[in-house]
């Protein structure tokens, strides 16, 4: 395992300096990081010919990171996906958060962890990146020590570790947003297929909340068919769907969705212990910044398969809760597996 790293900008604080730390193992395969946002930047992956190319979205200039709005490749913390009406109860005592998508607060709003500088080290084939944050920050309680650990294994996995622990009752729930599209090119994901393996999702209301009610997924069931057929039957709207997973314990890790490119023959399989995951098309994708292919990137460029916990889950009675008592460590994995397969 080679592991570079580089000064890429100081964004202005000599202090807060931003890095670039690439991986590669014994395959050729590599994936790029960032300490900012201890983001996922690039995940070179060969295809059915063994030609490398990337597999998720990402910009070519750091600074490009800190005026995204698209959350390319970041870590969310300390909650994933929306709180609604940017408030929830702990022990009896309401808490406030910032709101940045109407009323509402998404990913943890200006205070998330996208947003934040990571201090990091590195160790055999792994990076750590570490966190400290404040209580109050966004809102929510608690001082928070957290850490993001990547690795890159020789069979073209990575490895996304989650650890945090507060000095008080809070709530937490982290994903990796990252942006998948397994051609290689700058192009559409209408064209991947993908399997999600359940058969309950939560019913969504207009903000993208849940309304209380788990329902079969029905016409929203992905079973191999391609992602323009399920949006066709969806009235042509791209998908925020969040899918339960069939868990026997709240460790065990299970396959969460198996994403294919059948013209490169490059093959995503996600695993994760998160209760569920949400399948997030891409459709409101819009970003000024410079991708990795040379142009800005726009709707369906990229989809995601966000593990986490269920939207709105501090409020939600039908949620498994994500609240931690004080000095409890809190723990989280997503493995995203890569292969190719000739059709």
């Known amino acids: 395992m080679n592991i570079t790293n580089t000064t890429e900008n100081s964004l202005g604080n000599p202090v807060d300096e931003v890095k670039l730390i690439k991986m590669t193992n014994k395959q ?10 201890a983001t996922l930047v690039s995940v070179m992956m060969p295809d059915k010919n063994g030609l490398l190319a990337d597999v998720v979205l990402g910009f070519a200039r750091p600074e490009d990171y800190v005026d995204d709005q698209n959350y ?14 940017g408030r929830f109860m702990l022990d009896g005592k309401t808490f406030h958060l910032h709101t940045n998508d109407g009323l509402h607060s998404n990913h943890s709003g200006a205070f998330g962890f996208s947003n934040k500088v990571f201090n990091y080290h590195t160790e055999d084939n792994k990076v750590f990146f570490t966190l400290y944050s404040h209580e109050g920050e966004g809102g929510f309680p608690g001082d928070m020590h957290c850490s993001v650990t990547y690795e890159l294994s020789d069979n073209n996995e990575v490895l996304i570790n989650y650890q945090a622990r507060s000095n008080q009752k809070t709530i937490v ?7 998948f599209n397994l051609s290689g090119k700058h192009a559409d994901i209408f064209d991947h297929s993908l399997n999600i393996p359940s058969t309950e999702m939560l019913e969504m209301d207009q903000d993208y909340l849940p309304t209380g009610k ?7 069931a992905f079973n191999g068919q391609q992602i323009a057929e399920v949006i066709a039957g969806n009235n042509n709207k791209g998908l925020n769907n969040y899918y339960l997973l069939e868990k026997k314990t709240p460790e065990e890790l299970v396959l969460a969705a198996e994403l294919l490119h059948a013209a490169s023959g490059r093959r995503l399989k996600v695993f994760t212990d998160s209760p569920g995951v949400l399948l997030y098309t891409g459709d409101f994708l819009a970003t000024v910044g410079i991708g990795h292919h040379g142009k800005a990137y726009s709707a369906f460029n990229g989809l995601c398969l966000e593990c986490q916990h269920y939207p709105d889950a501090p409020n939600q009675f039908i949620a498994p809760t994500v609240a931690i008592e004080k000095g409890a460590v809190y723990q989280q994995k997503i493995i995203y597996q890569f292969d190719t397969i000739l059709r």
Not at 74 to 85: D, L, P, S
């Open 173 to 179: 729930g982290f994903t990796n947003h990252a942006y």
């Open 214 to 220: 788990i329902i079969p997924t029905q016409k929203n």
């Open 72 to 85: 390319l490749g970041a870590t969310i913390g300390r909650f994933a996906n929306r709180i609604a009406n």
């Open 28 to 37: 050729g395969a590599s994936i790029s990081l960032t300490n900012y946002g």
